[in-house]
């Protein structure tokens, strides 16, 4: 082991609880060296959980980051490592505008999801697809949380089962579980009469 490298790594640990240990004291001042330090790891973080992220929301975000960190100082356990404390945030602050966003992204620029089992139809009328995405934005909003999450991490982020296990910190069957039950409810939620085909369907 290189132990002057050991020493500086630790050193530097140290610096960082004391400057959160400021800022747990409501001193502004530490914002600016922590900011310094921690700015370009926590874009890495924000650019690897939102990699579609534009550079003017990327710097918004990083302000978020920066502002959570400050309102949440008091809950820092000292000795956790900063970087290691403000990746996270970054990560959940991604997370966060990726759920906000995925609708507009993913969703409400079609006319359906083949993944949650609505197929496309070319022909829908302006008005309806208008009224589509109304609907599903307020189903998608109904939904449990839980639900939520794993709909967003597979339809929108295109993760697997077992990578959203990981992230969520919960087992695969479970994802399987909530992410059956988010579209099925997603579907309940949504008027027939809405989804492709399904005014032509009533008709009939």
Same mark, same amino acid.
């Given at each position: ?12 640990d ?12 409501r001193? !502004?001042?530490? $914002? ?8 370009p790891?926590?874009? !890495?973080?924000l650019l ?11 710097e ?14 008091? =809950? ?7 970087? =290691? ?9 991604? =997370?966060?505008?990726? !759920? ?21 139809r ?9 009224? $589509?995405?109304?609907a599903?934005? !307020? ?11 794993? $709909?967003? $991490?597979?339809?929108?982020e ?22 059956? =039950?988010?579209r ?21």
């Amino acid at each position: 082991m290189d132990v002057g490298r050991g020493q500086e790594e630790a050193a530097a640990d140290q610096a960082g609880d004391a400057l959160m240990a400021r800022l747990a004291a409501r001193d !502004r001042t530490a $914002l600016a060296p922590l900011y310094l330090r921690c700015s370009p790891l926590a874009k !890495r973080a924000l650019l690897r959980f939102a990699p579609e992220c534009a550079t003017s929301d990327l710097e918004d975000l990083l302000q978020d980051v920066f502002v959570a960190l400050f309102e949440g100082a008091p =809950r820092y356990p000292a000795g956790v490592g900063v970087e =290691r404390w403000i990746w996270g945030i970054a990560a959940n602050t991604a =997370r966060h505008w990726r !759920r906000k966003t995925w609708v507009r992204r993913k969703l409400l620029g079609r006319q359906g999801d083949p993944s949650m089992g609505m197929a496309r139809r070319s022909e829908t009328s302006p008005e309806t697809a208008v009224a $589509l995405r109304r609907a599903i934005k !307020r189903a998608i909003d109904a939904l449990p949380e839980e639900q939520r999450d794993v $709909l967003v $991490l597979d339809a929108a982020e295109g993760f697997s089962g077992e990578e959203i296990a990981g992230i969520l910190g919960i087992r695969h069957e479970t994802v399987r579980t909530r992410l059956f =039950r988010a579209r099925r409810r997603l579907l309940e939620l949504v008027p027939d009469q809405l989804l492709p085909g399904g005014a032509e369907g009533s008709a009939r």
